[in-house]
């Protein structure tokens, strides 16, 4: 069985460009998470989405990330405009659903310059 | 609010020497309890949890966890590390099982042969 998937695995970008972050789930899996971890921390939840509706997206600073799961299957994280304090790895994880374990990808490590 | 320590930033240990990994929660209801393990570039592994029942858990590679509510401990052991256990390993809470996770700031393991 395939893992959870990302892409790009690493992004380097100058400030104030925009970037984007894409995730496969594992197949059939209907809930989606993203994390930001920071160099020397646990992930933080950022948003999570059952299906295609987010339903929990408290912590995700709307002003500058965006995110999307259109068909309830891929994901996109989306930071415009990219600022130096963003630099870190986001994290995609899926679960069969709520309460259910969470399976990580690899992350993708993105570099603000 | 719920929150997680880890006290070790680093830790280094010797091939075959035995490990615990420290970490502290505080939760105001029975917690559920986890750790996971990040080898470098690779996401998230559950290593093993803790919903309910037996204090004493036993997880995948070795390892193993103790719950005790007296110190508001979940302390993760291993008899004998093996170099392939360098990696960061994430002590995490959950309010309602796997949802709503807070993970502590981790802890760095070496081994030395």
């Known amino acids: 069985e395939a893992g959870v998937v990302q892409s790009p695995r690493y992004k380097i970008i100058e400030k104030k460009q925009p970037v984007a972050f894409w995730c496969n789930p594992i197949s059939g899996h209907n809930t989606l998470y993203w994390y930001l971890q920071n160099l020397g921390q646990g992930p933080e939840l950022l948003i999570r989405y059952e299906n295609e509706e987010a339903v929990d997206d408290s912590q995700l600073p709307k002003d500058r990330f965006s995110a999307e799961r259109l068909k309830g299957v891929d994901s996109t994280l989306k930071i415009q405009p990219a600022e130096l304090g963003d630099s870190a790895v986001y994290l995609c994880a899926s679960s069969t659903g709520l309460g259910f374990e969470q399976y990580f990808g690899p992350g993708t490590r993105l570099t603000v310059t | ?113």
């Open chain 2, 1 to 113: 609010a719920q929150s997680v320590t880890q006290p070790d930033i680093h830790i280094t240990v010797s091939e075959g020497a035995s490990l615990e990994l420290r970490c502290n929660y505080s939760y105001g209801a029975t917690p559920y309890l986890f750790w996971y393990v990040q080898s470098p570039g690779q996401g998230l592994q559950l290593l093993l949890k803790y919903f309910s029942g037996d204090t004493l858990v036993q997880g995948i590679k070795g390892f193993e966890a103790e719950f005790k509510r007296s110190q508001s401990s979940f302390n993760l052991r291993k008899p004998s590390v093996h170099w392939s256990d360098a990696a960061e390993y994430f002590c995490a809470v959950g309010q309602t099982s796997y949802d709503k996770v807070i993970f502590g700031p981790g802890t760095s393991l070496s081994v030395i042969p």
